[in-house]
Each structure stands twice: as structure tokens, then as C-alpha cells.
């Protein structure tokens, strides 16, 4: 049961353009997300977070929108930069007693070319 | 301020040995969590450790445990290997805050081969 999800494996962008990834969400207590950065053979590395008491949130050219009714969230990179090239995970905190368990997606791989 | 390490990086083993895999979190982080990740099943969360207490556990046989220390190092052990086991173990530190919504910071993992 997959309870979150990214349903594009990969993406390519040109440098200076706008990066688009997705994710979806079926679990309703899901109420705290995160994106990650991660490349092969390291640990992930936190981009950016939203509450689900927001619809938005930016940190530089990272902004994450979230769209409750819809359980579905995404992340805008503005403008892209070959180095932004790695793996994307979102992932999804249930708060109260999930202590820790943070529920994955299976990531999107972002290419941007010079 | 150090991030989170973890010992070994690289470590080969064969079936039926046992293994530990070391973590130690950011400084003043209570909380640690790890996971497991593999090609077939991405990133999968096997439990977190606060106060040296399982808080959390996810869907692991009992083959794979952990502990945590007075001073918030974490130890996971798994015994009896399998081939499946051959994976990429994270473990990610937090504040350990009530209620949960605070970002993980991970390490770089220990890459474990099962032969």
C-alpha cells in the first residue's frame, strides 16, 4: 500500500527553467511533509518542509505547494541549475504518535541540462 | 555543528552472520530514526529511538532490533542475514520534539552487502 506517491520517475529540464515535481498523498493524517535531495550512495538532504495548516511555503528558489483537498503537494525549483540534477523524495509525517516514521515516495530523478 | 555519522560506510557479509551498524546523531538530538533503502521497496522506515525507548516500529521481522544510549548514539543489529538485507541503512536525527513535526536530518548511510 503505497501511501505516498510520485508518479513520474524522472524529469528533464533545461538550466534557468522552472522544475516541476509531484507527489500524492492518500493517507488523511498525513500532516507535516518534506522534500529531500539525494544522491546515489549518500543520505538524503533536506530541502524544504510545509505544514498542513499552510498552502505554501519558500526558502530560495524552493517552493512547496500543498493542496489538502486534492492530497497532493509539489515542488517548484526556479530557476534550475545542472548541480539541482539528483533524486527527489517527498515524504509525509503523521503527527501525534508517529514518532519518527517518516513515509516515503519513491522518488523522481531530475535531470536539468545546461 | 557535525551532522549525523554513521560506521561502517561499506560492509560485506554472508548469509547467516549477524551485523551492528552505528549512528550517531547531531549534537542534541534525542531522536533517531532508521531505514532501509532498496531498489524494489525505496525508503522504508524500521523504528525510532528517543530517551533510549522504541517509540515507533515499522513492518521489519524481529531479525532486525536497535538500541539507543544514554548519550543518543544509536546502534541497529541485524542477525541472521539474508540476501534481501543487502541495502542501504540510513539512520536521520531529530529534536525529538512532542507532536512530530520537525525535519529529520540523515547520514550518510552504511552500504551492506549479504552474500
Known amino acids: 500500500d503505497q501511501q505516498v506517491k510520485q508518479n513520474s520517475p524522472s524529469l528533464s529540464v533545461q538550466e534557468g527553467r522552472i522544475s516541476i515535481l509531484n507527489c500524492d498523498y492518500t493517507?488523511?493524517?498525513?500532516?507535516?511533509f518534506l522534500w529531500y535531495k539525494k544522491y546515489p550512495a549518500e543520505g538524503p538532504t533536506f530541502l524544504i518542509s510545509i505544514s498542513s495548516i499552510k498552502d505554501k511555503n519558500e526558502d530560495g528558489r524552493f517552493t512547496v505547494f500543498l493542496n489538502k483537498s486534492a492530497k497532493h503537494l509539489s515542488l517548484h525549483i526556479v530557476p534550475s541549475q545542472p548541480g539541482d540534477s539528483a533524486v527527489y523524495f517527498c515524504a509525509a509525517l503523521a503527527g501525534g504518535t508517529s514518532y519518527g516514521k517518516l513515509t516515503f515516495g519513491q522518488g523522481t530523478i531530475l535531470t536539468v541540462h545546461p | 555543528k557535525a551532522g549525523v555519522t554513521q560506521t561502517p560506510r561499506y560492509l560485506i557479509k554472508t548469509r547467516g552472520q549477524q551485523v551492528t551498524l552505528s549512528c550517531s546523531p547531531i549534537?542534541?538530538?534525542?531522536?533517531v530514526s532508521w531505514y532501509q533503502q532498496t531498489p524494489g521497496q525505496g525508503l522504508q522506515f524500521l523504528f525510532e529511538?528517543?530517551?533510549?525507548?522504541?517509540?515507533n516500529k515499522g513492518n521489519f521481522p524481529g531479525r532486525f532490533s536497535g538500541r539507543q544510549f544514554s548519550n543518543s548514539r544509536s546502534e541497529m543489529n541485524v542477525s541472521t542475514l539474508e540476501l534481501g538485507d543487502s541495502a542501504l541503512y540510513l539512520c536521520?536525527?531529530?529534536?525529538?520534539?512532542?507532536?512530530?513535526?520537525?525535519?529529520?536530518?540523515f547520514g550518510p548511510g552504511t552500504r551492506l552487502l549479504v552474500l
Open positions: 529511538y528517543f530517551s533510549e525507548t522504541q517509540r
Open positions: 493517507n488523511s493524517m498525513f500532516d507535516y
Open positions: 549534537s542534541g538530538h534525542r531522536s
Open positions: 536521520a536525527s531529530s529534536l525529538g520534539l512532542a507532536g512530530g513535526h520537525e525535519t529529520q536530518y
